[in-house]
């Protein structure tokens, strides 16, 4: 989503429970414990003086704990910015940008201008943070500046290191968030989602989520097929594989992203002097990496190892970008130059961190191994395997130490209706991430943008926004699934 922030999906699943969907608002509070959640008055007010004066935002109550909702409350910050044509309104999209751990209190603004005239007239947009995230009873478990980054590559000498940040993360967490770490789960979420969508007084639920987003829509119309109408999902979670999987499914993408530059990128040995055939490109780069592990690449104020330079794989997913900046690694390795840099983005807040793990390991900490040493063998294999990439991804991370949610993850299997966009080189979710989804929601079709870069789709190619556009505003899915060819601003 090209106006949107979102945050770099580490995601889940396994089999699950069910759970109904939550009862009418029409009945008795007998038989409903939920009514006095989803019969609350909601008070409209300016988000802030930094927002637009028609982004409205409140704050609903719903329960900790689902199991026990007459116990302790939490609140949800939830926004709106209203459908522009009376007569047109059919409904609300509700949308989230990812994570876990991304806010999406001002995801309405920053689609603003992504979104179809037509979507707007009929949508009221409605953002929300979810539960412990941003505005929504926010999780913090003091982090210090180096336990913010998951990037821990494989070494001997540092692995017992690793071991220490991830059993530590998860000590602060539990720590600081106690009994409430058990219930920041995406079941819960989607629970939320629906007490949202009652407050607000609609019958069903539509929806536009990204990354992680689209995990967590599939979750909702897992549990609450009833109450979904028409789902979106840009860039897509493979819920099969949500959790560790995750990880390495990035692994083995980076390593086709990786094939596909060095055959580009030898292509056009004259701009960039990497190498003529594409073993020779691989070789040139391997050796900067080699390199870098002996002596840092650059300076006193800037330098990089050879670990640093495999943290950007992402960059790989961006042929051009890639060898722009391989290049200038080889000239700063040459000349000992202080290296040019990756543009990789900073780490999130602390709270978005902390979210991220508290919402993936309460949903999957059962599948995580508990054995350290399963970690450091299969980081020696996947290195092996995957040699850009591999070992990041195996390597031992909080979950490993969390308690379990307070339920089993959400089996995702059904024949509900959805729209999947995708991208083919997206470095966080997969193309073979996206189909993973695509299989488990067996009523939904899939726009694949061939050639397609980056990580998000909505918003940066007219051909899947036309069939995102309409499918919102008419209810009807492509015939099958569809291939978009790649804008310009698409390959970078």
């Excluded at 609140?75 to 007569?87: D, E, H, Q």
């Amino acid at each position: 989503m090209r106006n949107a922030r979102t945050t770099s999906l580490l995601a889940v699943g396994i089999a699950a429970t069910f759970v109904p969907a939550l009862v009418p608002v029409t009945a008795s509070a007998a038989e409903d414990p939920l009514r006095q959640f989803t019969q609350q008055k909601l008070k409209w007010g300016r988000c802030d003086a930094g927002s637009p004066a028609a982004l409205q935002c409140t704050t609903l109550k719903v329960p900790l704990d689902y199991g026990n909702p007459g116990g302790k409350q939490i609140g949800i910050a939830v926004s709106r910015l209203k459908a522009t044509g009376a007569k047109e309104r059919r409904g609300v999209l509700l949308l989230n940008p990812g994570g876990p751990g991304g806010p999406g209190l001002q995801m309405p603004v920053w689609l603003e201008a992504d979104l179809p005239a037509q979507v707007k007239k009929e949508y009221d947009r409605i953002g929300f943070d979810p539960r412990g995230i941003g505005k929504s009873s926010p999780l913090g478990c003091g982090l210090a500046p180096d336990e913010l980054n998951p990037e821990r590559p494989y070494r001997a000498g540092t692995f017992a290191k690793d071991v220490t940040w991830a059993r530590t993360v998860a000590d602060k967490c539990r720590a600081r968030g106690g009994d409430r770490l058990r219930h920041l789960t995406t079941r819960n979420t989607a629970r939320d989602m629906d007490v949202i969508r009652a407050v607000l007084g609609e019958k069903k639920l539509s929806y536009l989520g990204a990354s992680y987003g689209t995990y967590l829509g599939a979750v909702y119309l897992q549990m609450f097929p009833r109450q979904a109408d028409r789902f979106v999902l840009d860039s897509a979670a493979d819920p099969t594989r949500f959790g560790r999987g995750s990880f390495q499914q990035i692994a083995e993408a980076t390593e086709s992203a990786f094939v596909r530059w060095s055959k580009w990128t030898a292509g056009r040995h004259t701009a960039y002097k990497l190498g003529r055939t594409p073993a020779e490109v691989r070789k040139t780069f391997r050796d900067i990496v080699a390199r870098a592990d002996r002596t840092p690449i650059g300076d006193d104020k800037q330098s990089l190892s050879g670990d640093d330079i495999r943290a950007q794989r992402d960059t790989f997913f961006h042929v051009e970008k890639a060898a722009r900046w391989v290049a200038g690694l080889k000239k700063a390795a040459d000349s000992r130059r202080p290296a040019p840099s990756a543009s990789a983005a900073g780490l999130p807040p602390e709270n978005e961190i902390a979210g991220l793990w508290a919402v993936m390991c309460a949903d999957t900490s059962r599948s995580w191994p508990r054995d350290p040493e399963q970690y450091r063998r299969d980081t020696i294999r996947d290195k092996a395997r995957y040699p850009l990439y591999g070992d990041f991804a195996s390597g031992i991370k909080p979950c490993a130490f969390w308690k379990p949610g307070s339920e089993l993850p959400t089996t995702v299997n059904n024949r509900a209706g959805a729209l999947i966009l995708q991208n083919e080189w997206d470095p966080q979710t997969p193309l073979a991430s996206a189909r993973g989804m695509h299989r488990a929601l067996r009523g939904s079709r899939m726009v694949t943008v061939a050639g397609g870069e980056g990580h998000g789709v909505f918003g940066t190619n007219s051909c899947a926004d036309k069939s995102a556009a309409l499918y919102l505003t008419t209810g009807r899915l492509p015939a099958g699934d569809l291939t978009c060819r790649a804008s310009a601003g698409q390959k970078k």
